[in-house]
C-alpha cells in the first residue's frame, strides 16, 4: 500500500512536471528550457542529501550516471513532444511506452502478481492507452514529427526508470544525485555545442525551474516505490502521470478531453483500486 501510495504521488508529480515543461518549451528552445530545468532538479536532490543520506557505491554510481543519460534524452525529447502538442495525445503516448519496458524487466525479474493485480495490470495499461483517445471530432492529430520524439522520450524515461531500480536499495539518494548531475553536465554541453541554433528567445525561467524541481521529487518518490514494491507494479502505477497533464492542459489551454479520455480515467481509477487490494 505504501508502495502504491508513492507510486501515485511520482505519477503526479510528474504529470504536473511535464505540463510545466511543455508550456516553458513552447516560449523558447527546448534545450534553453532544459538547461533550467536540470539544475534546478539537482538542486532539490542536493538539498534532500543530507536529509535521506547516501551512500556513492559503486553500484549507486555506475546505474546513477547511466539513469542520467536517460533523462538527459528524456528531458529534451519529451519537452520537445508537448512542445509540438496536443499535449492531451502525445503524453499519454509517451507514457504508454514508458511503461512497458519497467514492466518487463519487472516480470522477468521474477516478480509475481496476485489475482488482482493480474487483471489490473493490463487494465492500467489500457487506461493509458484511452487516455490518450484524442482522434474524435474537432480533436488535433499529431504529426509523425511529433510521434517520433514521443516514442523516444517514452524509451528514454523507461530506461531512467529500470537504471533507478537497479541501484543498490542502501543508496540513498545517491542514484538521484549522481544522475542529476550527469544529464546536467550533458544538457550544458549539448547547448555548448548548438548555442548558434538556440536562438535568441529567453526562457521561462519560472516554469522550467518548477518542472525540474516537481521531475526531482517525481524520481525519489518512483525510487521509494520500487524499494519498497514490485517494478512492474510501480511502473504501471507511475505512467498514468498523462492524466495530470491532460486535466492541467483542459483547464489552463482548454485542450477538449473525449468521451474515451474520459473512459481511460475511470478505467485508471479502478485499476489502480484493483492494485490496492493486492
Known amino acids: 500500500m505504501i508502495a502504491l501510495l508513492l507510486a501515485l504521488g511520482s505519477s503526479l508529480a510528474y504529470g504536473c ?42 553500484g549507486a554510481l555506475g546505474w546513477g550516471a547511466a539513469s542520467g543519460v536517460a533523462s538527459a534524452a528524456a528531458f529534451a525529447l519529451l519537452y520537445r513532444t508537448l512542445a509540438i502538442g496536443p499535449m492531451n495525445v502525445l503524453s499519454p503516448v509517451t507514457a504508454l511506452v514508458s511503461a512497458a519496458l519497467p514492466v518487463g524487466v519487472g516480470l522477468v525479474q521474477g516478480e509475481h502478481l496476485a489475482a488482482a493485480g493480474l487483471v489490473a495490470l493490463p487494465l ?23 510521434l ?13 526508470l529500470v537504471c533507478l531500480h537497479q541501484a ?10 549522481i544522475g542529476r548531475a550527469v544529464s546536467s553536465a550533458v544538457t550544458l554541453a549539448a547547448a555548448g555545442l548548438m548555442y548558434r541554433r538556440l536562438g535568441t528567445e529567453r526562457p521561462a ?44 492542459a483542459r ?28
Open 168 to 177: 543498490p536499495s542502501d543508496s540513498g539518494v545517491a542514484p538521484l544525485v
Open 251 to 278: 483547464g489552463v489551454l482548454a485542450e477538449r478531453i473525449h468521451r474515451g479520455q474520459l473512459v481511460g480515467l475511470g478505467t485508471a481509477a479502478v485499476a489502480v483500486s484493483l492494485l490496492a487490494l493486492t
Open 17 to 58: 512536471a511535464d505540463f510545466l515543461g511543455g508550456l516553458g518549451a513552447r516560449k523558447a528552445h527546448v534545450l534553453r528550457t532544459v538547461m533550467i530545468a536540470a539544475p534546478a532538479s539537482l538542486a532539490v536532490e542536493l538539498v534532500l542529501w543530507p536529509v535521506l543520506g547516501a551512500s556513492f557505491s559503486a
Open 205 to 248: 525561467y519560472a516554469l522550467s525551474a518548477a518542472a525540474g524541481a516537481l521531475d526531482s521529487v517525481a524520481n525519489l518518490l518512483f525510487l521509494l516505490a520500487a524499494r519498497s514494491g514490485d517494478l512492474a507494479v510501480v511502473a504501471v502505477i507511475t505512467a498514468l502521470y498523462p492524466a495530470g497533464t491532460v486535466l492541467l
Open 148 to 160: 517520433l520524439p514521443a516514442f523516444g522520450a517514452g524509451a528514454a524515461i523507461a530506461l531512467q
Open 124 to 146: 492500467a495499461l489500457v487506461a493509458v492507452v484511452l487516455v490518450s483517445a484524442g482522434h474524435g471530432a474537432g480533436s488535433a492529430r499529431p504529426s509523425r514529427t511529433a
